[in-house]
């Protein structure tokens, strides 16, 4: 890494020494080797991404918006099934844990889930809730429309109880290194599941790692790593409207670390960067990239920070290496995940 690259932050914060990717059982070469022996289970919304892909030529004559000429349509695994994408993608084994309706889209979820290769062992099918399905409408990869189907409210108590089941018994049977929560605030990831997985996780001393949203932004005491966007964070601590300001965000950090005993936070801040606050305060600038789509982009970030976390890498690895996937992910439209093969290219510069 160039030291130019650290003119003009705000936050110390870059010690040269201690992201030396060479020191034994720390190079990042190491630690993507350790990636394919690593296993992730996965739990939180689910959902299909849908895309409809066409041109716009001209304006509707029934109202002022553009009529789209449909040439494909295309379905993707997204939520927290893009984060098992992405852990397969960088050569790790996810186990999936959600719920999804007996519906239309449910079918094409599980088509999907036996597509990419992934295990339909920890999902659960509901009757009473629909499949979260959210079709894009894309012309020359730009996003003209959005159209969201799902069910928001919590899961019954007999869902809970048939997913923390399932949960508690892959735990004890297979090896987990680590535990992703994915909140998208579609009722899958209720305070009890929440609460239930965090100790479990404990009991069995094993890492786990938060992307959270709002109305659980409270409920995730204990855990190991938590990681909100810049927005998200904001308002989740009430200090949305505020200017941006690096070393009020810092202290805010540590300050919520603090009272829900969380070891790590790693808030993610769009073009100013990402800043992670855990045994050190560590912030790295955002990549120069040409930004096509940020969808899935908190996915792949989660993914990476949480191998990443689970191969003993330290704070500076770990916000580094997820910065750098975030932004590459970023470049590509639609939601896609990341290529291990050019993430490790990319890391590797960092060496210079």
Known sequence: MKVSKLKNLELLILNLESINLNTKHN??????????NKTCLIVGDSM???????????????????IVAISKRENRLGGAANV??????LGATPILCGVIGNDSKGLTF??????????NEGIIVDDKRKTTSKTRVI???HHLL???????ENISQVTENLLLLKISKLIDSKKIDVIILEDYNKGVLTEKVIISIIALAKSKNIPVSVDPKKSNFFKYQGATLFKPNLK????????????????????QAKKFK???DIHKILITLSEKGALICGEQEIHVPAEVRNIADVSGAGDTVIAVASLALAAGLNDAQIVWISNLAGGLVCEKVGVVPIDKAQLLMEATKFKE
């Open 110 to 119: 599980q088509h999907l889930l036996s597509e990419s290769n992934l295990s």
């Open 48 to 66: 299909v991404d849908a895309y409809l892909w066409g041109s716009v030529s001209r304006i509707s004559p029934e109202a002022p918006v553009p």
């Open 232 to 251: 998200e964070f904001m308002e989740g601590t009430k200090i949305e409207g505020q200017p941006f300001h690096l070393q009020t965000l810092q202290q």
């Open 84 to 89: 098992a994408l992405n852990i397969i993608a």
């Open 146 to 152: 959005r159209v969201d189907e799902e069910s928001t």
């Open 258 to 260: 603090s009272e829900l």
């Open 27 to 36: 190079s990042i070469e190491k630690a993507f080797e350790s990636f394919n």
């Open 139 to 141: 012309s020359a990869a």
